[in-house]
């Protein structure tokens, strides 16, 4: 991918299972990485450095950067260390994350706290600066790695599920402001055999949803010639699909109603057929306002 070619990209979370993945695939198209992984004992051996051997292997740049990224000046850091050691940045790929098996009865805030501080601040921390950075460059690509968790919910993942949800929201607000700036921002869901999901899946899943072939589509998020901004894709098993939020033509009451009406059509309120999407909450707000009256409910 020859889009990919010399250009810089920190890779969170990349010691093992998806961001591996990630990094070792940008960094075999070309790309430079500065490769995050949390920091081990000194005399344990580090997953950052192991990566950066793989990626120097395969005759690409890399340069290990291990920090919890969740730390106040994570961002900062990870920033200077691919400054340093390549001259220049051109995307942040946010991987890290936290897994959490826990019913919402059974759940503490301190504990919910603790899964955001990953897998939200965790993204958070390191995007400011450098989306600061991109801007200021006129330049850059940020992805956010959410989860069909953030997308639908799944049952005993409370704080994991509202965690990645969060990360969409994040993902849209920097699209918007940065565009004007050249700086894109997409988010991917993947479906992947890892440590988190090892403990689910069947042999024959596992060797379907290999990391590796969800890779190729955050390289792609990663290019500066990939067209979109602001979008949500799913990918796992050689599968990509979008994924985006819609509102349905609902109803519109041409006088006061009452909640009898409501569950009168109810049917009718949850159709979706006719969805649209929007570019941001505003344009919502003035299709809502202009939606015509629903001929069946005139009164």
């Not at 004992?41 to 340069?63: K, N, T, W």
């Not at 290019?223 to 901004?229: E, G």
């Not at 006061?256 to 505003?282: E, I, S, V």
């Amino acid at each position: 991918m020859s889009a990919l070619q010399d250009r810089v990209v920190i890779v969170t979370g990349a010691g093992r299972g998806l961001g591996r993945a990630y990094a070792l695939d940008l960094g075999r198209r070309g790309a430079a990485v500065v490769v995050n992984t949390r920091p081990r004992p000194a005399d344990a051996p580090g997953s950052a450095e192991a990566v950066v051997a793989e990626i120097l292997a395969l005759g690409g740049r890399a340069v290990g950067a291990p920090l919890a990224v969740e730390e106040a000046d994570s961002g900062e850091r990870l920033l200077a260390v691919a400054l340093d050691a390549f001259g220049r940045v051109d995307g942040l790929l946010n991987n890290a994350g936290a897994p959490e098996a826990k019913t919402l009865h059974k759940q503490t805030t301190d504990a919910f706290r603790q899964v955001f501080e990953v897998n939200f601040f965790g993204a958070l921390t390191p995007t400011l600066p450098v989306y600061r950075h991109l801007r200021a460059q006129g330049s850059g690509r940020i992805l956010m790695s959410t989860s069909a968790a953030g997308l639908h919910g799944v049952h005993g993942m409370a704080a994991y599920s509202s965690s990645k949800a969060a990360l969409i929201g994040l993902m849209r607000v920097i699209a918007l402001e940065g565009a004007a700036h050249g700086v894109a921002c997409n988010a991917i869901a993947p479906y992947a055999a890892t440590g988190m999901t090892a403990d689910y899946l069947d042999a024959d899943s596992a060797a379907r949803m290999a990391p590796e072939r969800v890779a190729p589509v955050a390289s792609w998020l990663m290019a500066p010639d990939c067209p979109l901004n602001g979008e949500t894709l799913v990918a796992g098993a050689g599968r990509v699909r979008p994924a985006a939020q819609i509102e349905g033509p609902g109803l519109a009451f041409a006088a006061d109603f009452a909640p009898d009406d409501l569950t009168a059509h109810a049917a009718a309120l949850m159709d979706l057929h006719g969805w649209k999407t929007f570019t941001d909450g505003n344009a919502a707000f003035d299709q809502l306002m202009a939606a015509p009256l629903s001929p069946t409910l005139s009164k």
